[in-house]
């Protein structure tokens, strides 16, 4: 009889287990939306409090130790929140969030192989986590590692386009490898997701930098071209562009000069990014912006992407030429853009 009643309670206590055991896992969960709620509002002492709760209910809940490590990187303690997100990883070795933002920690320390390797690894688990491309791409860039910043660049941008930054690294890590027609091209873009932002007036610098490299003006009527030959064809191209663009025009403001030296570009762009430009490039970007150049809306273009310089003349510009400001937005949201 003994024998009978243990095998008659081991799968009842095997059910009170499985119950508790959900009911754990139901309060971690809760507490660990309301330590949500108290981060969200600035209340971070409290929300540490709720994760703390929320670990003691059911310490296998990965979400309560990403949480927890994400308050503590967000308000300055991240050595502090290393071993919550080592934890994160233990648990959940496909958490690409956790690999994001435990190398993101070991970046900001100076650990910069060890972020790249967490990186990296965090690519293994889910190469659609796109922060992770964006990421390796800044870390790259900060080691001088300018080729490497470009591919992770890319690829962050095929994942996420609307991500201004990964289009920001990508400008800035191309202009550092001299290759200034696909950094014009990647600032453009830039611009047309952040025409007033205050990483604009930055963005507008470079792509002012890139269309007068080469090119000295004196007056209004001479203008000299000086080139290095040996930085091929796109880079020799683009001042020749410039030069012809400028031909005969005087006393042109700087909003008129941007407007014909970009569409002078703009228009050749699949020349100037070079033969060996990635398909991406060659697609998402040249073929887009030639279109741009061709379609009419070039005045309208130059007035958005440089409202940071010029806010108040492109803005009456924009009172007075409305049509031409929402042929522009028409255009762009009806175009088709291709990876």
Not at 113 to 124: E, P, S, T
Not at 206 to 217: D, E, P, S
Not at 285 to 302: D, I, T
């Amino acid at each position: 009889m003994k024998t009978y009643h243990k095998t008659l309670l081991l799968p009842m206590l095997l059910c009170l287990s499985l119950a508790a055991l959900a009911q754990n896992n139901d309060d971690a969960k809760l507490l660990v939306k309301q330590g949500v709620a108290l981060n969200d509002s600035g209340k971070y002492d409290r929300a540490i409090e709720k994760y703390n709760q929320a670990i003691k209910a059911d310490p296998q809940y990965a979400n309560a130790y990403y949480e927890m490590g994400y308050t503590l990187f967000t308000t300055g303690k991240e050595k502090e929140a290393i071993p919550y997100l080592e934890k994160v990883l233990a648990l959940e070795p496909k958490a690409a969030g956790g690999y994001d933002m435990l190398g993101s920690i070991y970046d900001d320390l100076n650990q910069s192989d060890k972020a790249i390797d967490l990186f990296k690894k965090g690519i293994d688990a889910d190469s659609t986590y796109q922060r992770l491309h964006y990421n390796i791409a800044i870390t790259y860039y900060r080691l001088g590692k300018f080729h490497e910043s470009e591919q992770a660049a890319i690829k962050a941008v095929k994942l996420d386009a609307t991500h201004a930054s990964s289009q920001r690294i990508l400008a800035m890590a191309t202009y550092k490898q001299k290759k200034r027609g696909i950094s014009l091209l990647a600032w453009c873009d830039f611009l047309l997701l952040e025409p007033q932002s205050k990483r604009s007036p930055e963005a507008l610098n470079f792509v002012k930098t890139i269309l007068n490299f080469g090119v000295t003006r004196t007056g209004d009527k001479n203008i000299t071209i000086n080139v290095n030959p040996d930085e091929g064809a796109g880079n020799l191209l683009m001042p020749l562009a410039i030069s012809t663009a400028l031909d005969k025009k005087t006393n042109l403001s700087a909003v008129d000069s941007v407007q014909f030296e970009l569409t002078s570009l703009l228009q050749i762009s699949a020349s100037i990014i070079g033969e060996d430009a990635p398909p991406l490039v060659k697609n998402y970007y040249a073929g887009y912006f030639e279109q741009l150049a061709k379609s009419g809306n070039m005045p309208a273009f130059a007035r958005y992407i440089t409202l940071s310089a010029y806010r108040d003349e492109n803005l009456a510009w924009f009172k007075e030429h409305d049509k031409e400001l929402k042929d522009l937005q028409q255009w762009v949201a009806a175009t088709k853009r291709e990876f």
